[in-house]
């Protein structure tokens, strides 16, 4: 006996799972059906924004989802899933399986070119325009230097708007260079479930 959510098994003893706190059903056997269906499990996390379209490529698969779970920090989301050990082809859907999580992968890490290079271009220039501004203000208050500590401190703080307007831009240059391939890793999922569909079928 197995735990419906996360696949632990089971005594039978338990009322709730010792392991992820789910309440355990208890099989009635029924006649003409049998006590206990057999199920395989399985588990992956992904990004938030890709939680849909990775329950959709599963059931495509055959499995069924069972339980999520979204962490607090990292913007992630765990999913269990469960599917009969009776399915048929489950060599062809578990190739065509590593096929869809390399592509969830790869627009995963597309989506984080997005900004990667912004935030280290901001990063950058940010900590030069902090530096700039702080030898103006030590021009001002420390040194006695007024005029010249009004000009580095001004040329800080246009070092600091500046940083936005690099972030913004990089983010628009890297999401036009990416969202091709990503369009284009949809449209290869789109056909990797179209084709575990068959295989189901023809089960």
């Known amino acids: 006996m197995y735990c419906i959510n996360c696949g632990k098994e089971l005594t039978g003893a338990e009322r709730v799972c010792p392991s992820c706190g789910t309440p355990v059903e208890t099989p009635q056997a029924t006649q003409g059906q049998p006590l206990h269906t057999s199920y395989e499990y399985a588990r992956t996390t992904v990004s938030n924004d890709l939680v849909t379209v990775t329950c959709d490529c599963y059931e495509n698969l055959g499995w069924e989802l069972t339980g999520s779970k979204m962490s607090s920090a990292g913007g992630t989301t765990a999913l ?120 189901l079928a023809a089960a």
């Open 80 to 199: 269990s899933f469960r599917r009969s050990r009776k399915i048929k082809n489950k060599a062809q859907l578990v190739k065509i399986q590593r096929t869809m999580d390399d592509l969830i992968d790869s627009i995963a890490g597309l989506e984080g070119e997005k900004t990667r290079k912004a935030t280290m271009r901001a990063v950058s220039l940010g900590i030069v325009a902090a530096l700039v501004l702080g030898v103006g203000m030590c021009c001002t208050m420390v040194w006695s230097l007024m005029a010249l500590g009004i000009i580095v401190g001004v040329v800080g703080i246009v070092g600091c708007v500046a940083v936005w307007l690099l972030y913004r831009s990089t983010v628009a240059s890297e999401t036009a260079r990416v969202t091709p391939r990503i369009e284009a890793a949809y449209d290869s999922l789109a056909t990797a479930c179209e084709e575990a569909q068959t295989v």
